[in-house]
């Protein structure tokens, strides 16, 4: 291992860092969240290949981070993960191991990886917590994407076993927000409903829902996990992942999601559920309570006033939005 330059100084490399994440985190950072010795490097695809070991070895070289917020990831909605398990299996193996072993090549302090709660059983029971991760499969549906995650916790918790490595990872529950993909066959439920709304609205249609929008599921604002996300990157000392979400009695179905939209954006017209459209995991609740435990006062921004906002900036930037 070699030691990073600049001792005093942290620099934070974020991996994936002009995704949704990535942006939230880059607007905290620059509205006061950030600090005076830290240094902030944001990069994305178009500066290394993160499946490709040679390339995110010279990024690491390049930049020589202390510290790393590890989003990159190939990610996708239900259908897209229907389509593509493999890939999403193979693409995040590589990205995942590629990022953790530059890391601890490079002499990296901290890292900081992003799961998601699919990576959880789904057959289990609710709330669902940090314990029971490896407890079964997950959902056949995105099962690829799911194991690629697993298998990140598993490498974390080797890389501090054999080399006292601290690497964790954060579990957030369903993330938008501004900077989204807003892309209606390949992106997340709620940013693909904007758009949907958004065009129907646009041409006077009806809004048709995939599924029977009664699948249930925890939303959070992209800025609420960008500031969590320092909170982790400078206080959590565990190895353990923990989850970061709004409690169990913020859970919302994707009609209630939808209709909060609807209002968002003023849209008068039908709604119209495609039952032949795949319903996906009917919910995966989880428990906050290790969060609230380590941050009994954090304030999370009401779901209908982070829609409103988030609706709000992709009609202002629908020209540039990922869609």
Request: glycine share 8%; charged share 20%; proline share 4%.
């Amino acid at each position: 291992m070699t030691e990073p330059s600049g001792l005093g100084t942290k620099r934070i490399l974020v991996t994936g860092g002009t995704g949704l994440v990535g942006k939230a985190i880059e607007k905290v950072v620059a509205d006061g969240g950030g600090q005076a010795d830290e240094k902030w490097i944001f990069v994305s695809s178009q500066d290394a290949d993160l499946t490709d070991a040679m390339e995110t070895k010279a990024l690491f070289e390049k930049h020589r981070p202390s510290h790393v917020i590890h989003l990159a990831a190939m990610v996708g909605g239900l259908f897209k993960n229907l389509r593509c398990n493999l890939d999403f299996w193979r693409r995040n193996i590589h990205i995942n191991d590629n990022v953790l072993h530059s890391a601890y090549q490079a002499g990296v302090q901290k890292v900081v990886s992003c799961l998601s709660t699919c990576i959880f059983p789904d057959k289990t029971t609710y709330p669902i917590d940090e314990t029971m991760i490896h407890h079964g499969p997950p959902h056949s549906s995105n099962f690829g994407y799911s194991y690629a995650g697993e298998a990140s916790d598993i490498q974390n918790r080797a890389y501090f076993e054999q080399h006292g490595c601290r690497f964790t990872a954060v579990i957030p529950t369903n993330v938008f927000g501004p900077h989204d993909n807003f892309n209606i066959e390949d992106g997340h439920v709620l940013p693909g409903l904007i758009h949907k709304v958004y065009l129907a609205k646009q041409t006077g249609s009806p809004l048709t829902i995939w599924g029977t929008g009664k699948p249930r599921r925890q939303f959070i604002y992209s800025l609420d996990l960008a500031r969590l996300f320092l909170w982790v990157l400078r206080e959590y000392e565990e190895v353990e992942p923990i989850i970061l979400s709004v409690g169990e009695e913020e859970e919302v179905s994707i009609q209630e999601a939808a209709e909060a939209i609807v209002e968002a954006m003023d849209f008068r017209g039908e709604l119209v559920f495609d039952t032949s459209r795949a319903d996906g995991q009917f919910k995966k609740t989880a428990s906050n309570a290790k969060l609230r435990h380590y941050l009994p006062h954090f304030q999370f921004t009401p779901f209908r006033q982070a829609v409103k906002e988030t609706c709000t900036w992709f009609s202002s930037n629908y020209a540039n939005a990922r869609k």
